[in-house]
Nanobody
Framework: QVQLVESGGGLVQPGGSLRLSCAASGSIFSIYAMGWYRQAPGKQRELVAR?????SATYAESAKGRFTISRDNAIVYLEMNNLNPEDTAVYYCNADANTGIAVRSYWGQGTQVTVSS
C-alpha cells in the first residue's frame, strides 16, 4: 500500500507561482512513477506532468515551459510558474507501484489551486 498526501495549493494571482508537494509513505520502494494530474470543474482529469524512475519527465503541452516536476525519494514536487486562470483545478498526486504481483495506481486526496485576480 502507498499513501499520498499533497500540500501547497492555494489562491494565486495570474502570473504567480506555486509549488505543490506530495509525500508518499508505505511501500515507497515499489513506486516506479509519480505524477500530477488535475481536474477542473466540468472537465475530465488530465495529466499535468509525470516522472518515471530512470527516465525523463513528461509534460502536458499546457505545462511545458511553465511547470517543472521533480522527485526526491518519496516526495514529488510540481513547481508552477506563470500561472493563468486556466490552471485552476484540483491537483492530484499519483503514484504507480509494482508490487511484483500487480501494478497499482494510487491517488492523493487532491489540493485546490485557484488562479484569480
Amino acid at each position: 500500500q502507498v499513501q499520498l498526501v499533497e500540500s501547497g495549493g492555494g489562491l494565486v494571482q495570474p502570473g504567480g507561482s506555486l509549488r505543490l508537494s506530495c509525500a508518499a509513505s508505505g511501500s515507497i520502494f515499489s513506486i516506479y512513477a509519480m505524477g500530477w494530474y488535475r481536474q477542473a470543474p466540468g472537465k475530465q482529469r488530465e495529466l499535468v506532468a509525470r516522472i518515471v524512475r530512470g527516465s525523463s519527465a513528461t509534460y502536458a503541452e499546457s505545462a511545458k515551459g511553465r511547470f517543472t516536476i521533480s522527485r526526491d525519494n518519496a516526495i514529488v514536487y510540481l513547481e508552477m510558474n506563470n500561472l493563468n486562470p486556466e490552471d485552476t483545478a484540483v491537483y492530484y498526486c499519483n503514484a504507480d507501484a509494482n508490487t511484483g504481483i500487480a501494478v497499482r495506481s494510487y491517488w492523493g486526496q487532491g489540493t485546490q489551486v485557484t488562479v484569480s485576480s
